[in-house]
């Protein structure tokens, strides 16, 4: 069975302040979403990448990736995104070739995952599981709150959900390819990650254990951590 990595990579990253769309920013002198590529090429099983650009940097995103040479046994498509980072998934799934039957999708955001996590990932689905997720425990306690109808305003808290049961889930996630084109198809409305979707058809998502260096690249102290973790690894 063939795995490809899709990497939403069309974000504009507003969060991290003003600058390139995030995937496109340097994290010790390399791209992040470069960092993300290599992360997903990096497992054995992994053939094929299709790489989701912003639609109006698709040819920068390939001279890019075409300067920083990935294995052999890698292939390299590039797509055009979309406004949402679901849009984006889908355009990556709708230029995935016949044969990959098994489908991660990376966000270009966590460039650090490494491939142990990966193949746990791939593992998962290989035994059976239509939706396979990585997670971790939460270091804080998360409150559901009424939000504020202006921002900065003071907000309502309205429970507490116990700290035990809640993981906060990373990338990449994995999926029997079928499934998840499925849910695709047939899945509207807001939604922050792949599993999510397949949840809604009722299908069962399973856990396996995350990393904490697959962390999202969202704001700027984490461009701080993600260099700090790089120069660590160089040792
Ligand atoms: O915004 P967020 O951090 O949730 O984005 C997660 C991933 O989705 C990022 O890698 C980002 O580049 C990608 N994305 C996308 N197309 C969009 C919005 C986000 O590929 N329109």
Same mark, same amino acid.
């Given at each position: #069975?063939?795995? !490809?990595? +899709?990497? @939403? !990579?069309?974000?504009?990253? +507003?969060?991290?302040?003003?600058?390139? @769309?995030? =995937?496109?920013? =340097?994290?010790?002198?390399? $791209?992040m979403l470069v960092h993300a590529v290599h992360a997903m090429a990096a497992s054995r099983a992994v053939s094929l990448v299709v790489v989701v650009a912003p $639609?109006?940097?698709s040819a920068e995103v390939k001279s890019m990736l075409d300067a920083h040479a990935l294995p052999e046994r890698t292939d390299v498509l590039v797509v055009p995104g979309g406004q949402s980072r679901q849009e984006s998934v889908r355009l990556g799934l709708d =230029?995935? @070739? @016949?044969?990959?039957?098994i489908v991660l999708v990376h966000d270009a955001a966590r460039p650090l995952v490494p491939v142990d996590t990966v193949d746990s990932v791939i593992e998962a689905v290989r035994g059976g599981a239509p939706a396979v997720v990585p997670a971790v425990p939460l270091a804080d306690t /998360?409150?559901?709150?009424? $939000? %504020?109808?202006?921002?900065? *305003? %003071?907000?309502? #808290?309205? =429970?507490?959900? +116990?700290? *035990?049961?809640?993981?906060? /889930?990373?990338?990449?996630?994995?999926?029997?390819?079928?499934?998840?084109?499925? %849910?695709?198809?047939? +899945?509207?409305?807001?939604?922050?990650?792949? %599993?999510?979707?397949?949840?809604?058809l009722g299908l069962p998502v399973v856990v396996v254990p995350g990393h904490e260096e697959a962390f999202k690249v969202t704001r700027p102290l984490d461009l701080v951590l993600a260099e700090a973790v790089l120069a660590r690894r160089r040792l």
């Open positions: #069975v063939r795995t !490809a990595a +899709v990497i @939403p !990579a069309a974000g504009r990253g +507003v969060r991290l302040g003003p600058g390139a @769309p995030k =995937a496109l920013r =340097a994290l010790n002198g390399t $791209p $639609p109006d940097g =230029a995935l @070739p @016949p044969g990959y039957d /998360v409150k559901e709150v009424e $939000p %504020a109808e202006v921002a900065g *305003a %003071a907000e309502t #808290v309205l =429970a507490t959900p +116990v700290r *035990a049961r809640l993981r906060a /889930v990373q990338t990449p996630q994995g999926f029997d390819r079928g499934t998840l084109v499925r %849910a695709h198809e047939s +899945v509207t409305g807001e939604v922050t990650d792949d %599993a999510g979707m397949v949840e809604r």
